[in-house]
């Protein structure tokens, strides 16, 4: 069982940037891919970034390449997603998931997933 809880959410001008974090519980987070994911007022939820076990592959939705950073700390457990230029239509619910099979970029492909954390992002 892993628990996963977000943090770092906020209000931020557009161009701003926010770090988010989620922190794991539990021995065995390197053995999870992780990803995030958010979801927008009115909007399914959607891929954003994922990263592997290890930290060394990353892949990130075509809308936020070049401008969030997904990155991990394996001993402390934690998971990053640095971002950077914020805009107007980031504003969402992100959420982290936890990946028993390794990352994925789709959600019913997740095991466990964090309760959220809100980035809202005003002009």
């Known amino acids: 069982q892993v628990q996963l809880v977000e943090s770092g959410g906020g209000l931020v001008q557009a161009g701003g940037s926010l770090r988010l974090s989620c922190a794991a519980s539990?021995?065995?987070?390197?053995?999870?891919?992780m990803g995030w994911f958010r979801q927008a007022p009115g909007k399914e939820r959607e891929f954003v970034a994922i990263?592997?076990?290890?930290?060394?592959?990353?892949y990130y939705a075509d809308s936020v390449k070049g401008r969030f950073t997904i990155s991990r700390d394996n001993a402390k457990n934690t998971v990053y997603l640095q971002m950077n230029s914020l805009k107007r239509e980031d504003t969402a619910v992100y959420y982290c998931?936890?990946?028993?099979?390794?990352?994925?970029?789709?959600?019913?492909?997740?095991?466990?997933w964090g309760q959220g954390t809100q980035v809202t992002v005003s002009s």
């Open positions: 998931a936890a990946d028993r099979a390794g990352s994925s970029m789709y959600e019913r492909d997740y095991d466990y």
């Open positions: 990263i592997n076990r290890t930290g060394g592959i990353t």
């Open positions: 539990g021995r065995t987070f390197s053995m999870y891919g």
